[in-house]
């Protein structure tokens, strides 16, 4: 069981770190499918494998959604970026990783002491990580990828203080719910501005 | 017969939006529909009898109170039903003005998902729970907000990632707070979970400095569409809020946490007063000013203790009622011009004077105009605020004062003729159907503002559903 929970967590902070770093569609969403896996496996440290199993089918269908959108848009760009913005957020990646091995410890003593160090390191890891995502880009899928991935780590803390059906029922609705609004954004941007072929017909 | 009230008040609405989805194309039918649901919710909720039972003809209703979905429960106590009445009242006047032109198809069955969302977390318990569903409340509004300018996308995802990030503070702290009941008062772990819930919060209610998106959402989306958002989302986050004061004895006596509140809400006063001053858009103007009545709330609960919570629900009804006129006008303004800059309203109130008189008076309803229907109790909250000391009151006053001074500003705008117009007749373009509204309006505003207890007081009894509020 500890072996599978570290792996579970070394996954969570490589799919984190690909997310963080890259920009292309099929990177993401092949990161994001593995770090639900990873989620799954920490929450069913805390809740029946029966039950955590939703919180996986849930997160491959939000990343289904987001994946076959991102696949069948026309205009989707493969950006092509220097190596310097590569690395800066590799490095602000690594600042977080630091600052959660250094935080973790104290927290769990503190607030959180019946939850499992390697939970909350997984859980807090998501929640850093897709902050500093959200606080670095505004591109559609790229913001509606990181608020799933907070969802996630919270979800993965979240599991071992509360087993709730109504709660992981509510998530569910959560998570889809930002999935379509993600995938909403993609096709309103994907669609032809009215205003300029209205302007183009004049 | 049994029945539940949440099947009334949360399953029927939904059931309503479906047909209004599936028969999206038909306009008219979803507006009738929308409407005499939400006002025969509105009027049932109203007169709902104390005994929770209905006898029509020779069938007899009996009702309960709660409604079990996956092991837990939602109760819509007959407490909650001025609330409920008020919220379905309301999205019944929106959904009155859901056909006009430019309101998405959309505006009316997420009206009606919002608000029956918006209700079941008023009753889900446990009561946190009502974050998840305060969440969907918010996804459920994405589309009826967008549009097709690329600015609107940026803001909605900023309007969409603060509210998701606030759901899991609430969440958290409302577990730390089941064990802080049991902590001495010294315990550092209830200052860490006050300092989580206020977060929390200031997501939620746009606080200064998580209140961008409200401006950029305002200035991108309908303003039919905006004015409901900015009505329905504070003021149900607002009245969540009080279970947190009514369950736990360490918020409601604590005076540094009332002390920040009073702080908090003068900095959005002045901050929002400030900005909507110096505004050149319209709609823009609408969305500080809705910060500066957000901030008035927090002021109100500041003064929990003083009757500030009385206020701040009295407050609710006529705010609701200016911005359902204010986000009218705009639309009709924005129908007729095009643009919403200030500078393009020049010589309106020779074209269009009922309606520039309904903005008018809309904003200076909201503003705290005497004889209008929130000046009763601004007045009563700002009295209270100077009288408190600490700067405080001045200080609201002064930040009170912005939406005065847009509103000059704009009548300046107004009565300013054209370069060609100043020796030429004034044509009057609007016609009956859209002045008859504002006139009903502002009647229902004065009247509001003449008699404040006849139609205000009620919205208060919702108190003894909190009895440690009382």
Known sequence: MEVMSTFAFVLIVITAMAILIFRDWRINAGALALQYLAAFALVTLSWPIGLAIVKLITGWMATAAIALTCLRQKNTKDSIESGASLVFRGLSGLLIILLIFILTPTLQARVFPQVDLLILQGGLMLVGMSLMQLGTNSEHYLVVISLLSFLAGFEVIHAALELSMLLAGLMVVVNLGLALVGVYFMIRVGEPDESSEDEALA | ?470
């Open chain 2, 1 to 470: 017969m049994t029945l539940t009230t949440p099947m009334i008040w949360i399953i029927l609405p939904l059931v309503v939006a479906a047909v209004c989805v599936v028969l999206n194309k038909r306009r008219v039918f979803g507006l009738i529909l929308t409407s005499i649901t939400a006002f025969g919710l509105a009027l049932l909720a109203a007169f709902f009898p104390e005994e929770m039972a209905l006898s029509i003809g020779p069938l007899a209703l009996v009702f309960e109170d709660s409604l079990t979905i996956l092991g837990r429960r939602i109760t819509l106590a007959y407490e909650m039903l001025p609330f409920i009445a008020f919220i379905f009242g309301m999205l019944g006047l929106w959904g009155l003005s859901s056909n006009l032109p430019g309101v998405p198809e959309t505006f009316r069955p997420i009206g009606l998902i919002m608000t029956a969302s918006l209700t079941a977390a008023m009753g889900v318990e446990p009561f946190l729970y009502a974050a998840l569903l305060i969440e969907t409340a918010v996804l459920v509004s994405i589309p009826m907000l967008a549009s097709a300018e690329q600015v609107n996308h940026r803001a909605l995802l900023r309007y969409l990632s603060l509210m998701t990030i606030a759901m899991p503070l609430i969440l958290i702290s409302g577990w730390l707070l089941t064990g802080v009941v049991i902590l001495p008062p010294e315990s550092p772990l209830i200052g860490q979970a006050a300092m989580l819930l206020g977060l929390g919060f200031a997501l939620w209610l746009a606080v200064f400095p998580f209140h961008s998106w409200v401006p950029m959402v305002s200035h991108g989306s309908h303003p039919t569409v905006v004015s409901f958002l900015l009505f329905i989302l504070p003021t149900t986050i607002l009245v969540f809020g009080l279970n947190f004061l009514n369950r736990y004895s360490f918020l409601r006596t604590s005076e540094e946490i009332f002390n920040i509140l009073r702080l908090v809400g003068t900095v959005m006063i002045v901050f929002g007063g400030v900005w909507t001053a110096l505004q050149d858009d319209l709609k823009r103007a609408f969305g500080f000013a809705a910060l500066v009545e957000t901030g008035f709330s927090l002021l109100a609960v500041g003064f929990s203790t003083e009757g500030g919570l009385r206020w701040m629900l009295m407050l609710f009804p006529a705010r609701a009622l200016g911005y359902w006129l204010w986000g009218y006008v705009l639309t009709r303004f924005e129908h007729h011009n095009g643009s919403l800059e200030i500078s393009t309203v020049k010589g309106f109130a020779r074209s269009y004077p009922l309606l520039s008189v309904g903005l008018l008076l809309a904003q200076l309803s909201v503003a705290g105009l005497p004889l209008l229907a929130s000046f009763p109790i601004k007045i009563a909250l700002l009295t209270q605020t100077a009288g408190s000391g600490g700067g405080v009151g001045i200080w609201s006053f002064f930040g009170s004062l912005g939406l005065f001074l847009f509103t000059i500003r704009l009548l300046l705008y107004f009565v300013m003729p054209l370069d060609d117009e100043i020796d030429r007749l004034w044509p009057t373009l609007e016609k009956t159907s859209e002045f008859l509204p504002v006139l009903v309006l502002v009647l229902v505003l004065v009247l509001i503002g003449l008699m404040p207890n006849t139609f205000l007081a009620w919205i208060a009894n919702i108190l003894t559903a909190f009895p440690q509020l009382q």
